[in-house]
Nanobody, 125 residues
Framework: VQLAESGGGLVQAGDSLTLSCSIS????????TGWFRRAPGKEREFVAA?????????QYSESVSGRFTISRDNVADTLFLHMNSLKPEDTAVYYC??????????????????WGQGTQVTVSS
């Protein structure tokens, strides 16, 4: 499985941005898929995840709940993160992740088998 993020950039506070993660290889074998981020000087943290391929039961961190929406297009094998009302504290490198072997909790990065290289999101105040 290979993951490739795109869509990052420099935006202003209050703006919206959508990140994409192209899933190639054994995309149909993936279970949970998610987004994590790492801000400068901080640990990588959970952002959002699709519990299963259908993404009917997404999970969000408290810091993004109500502002971010995760979705998955299984025809295009692409994971999305729609980000609204962006804040300077959302500035980070955003990573997508996928698991093959089902493990919980999916809010933990230990649950994932594959990672993308990351895309930078910078929100100016």
């Amino acid at each position: 499985v290979q993951l490739a993020e795109s869509g990052g950039g420099l935006v202003q506070a209050g703006d919206s941005l959508t990140l994409s993660c192209s899933i190639s290889g054994r995309a149909s074998s993936t279970s949970a898929t998610g987004w994590f981020r790492r801000a400068p000087g901080k640990e990588r943290e959970f952002v959002a995840a699709c519990t299963y391929r259908d993404c009917y039961s997404p999970q969000y961190s408290e810091s993004v709940s109500g502002r971010f929406t995760i979705s998955r297009d299984n025809v295009a094998d692409t994971l999305f993160l729609h980000m609204n009302s962006l804040k300077p504290e959302d500035t980070a490198v955003y990573y997508c992740a996928a698991q093959i072997r089902r493990r919980d909790p999916i809010i933990s990065d230990y649950a994932y088998d594959y990672w993308g290289q990351g895309t930078q999101v910078t929100v100016s105040s």
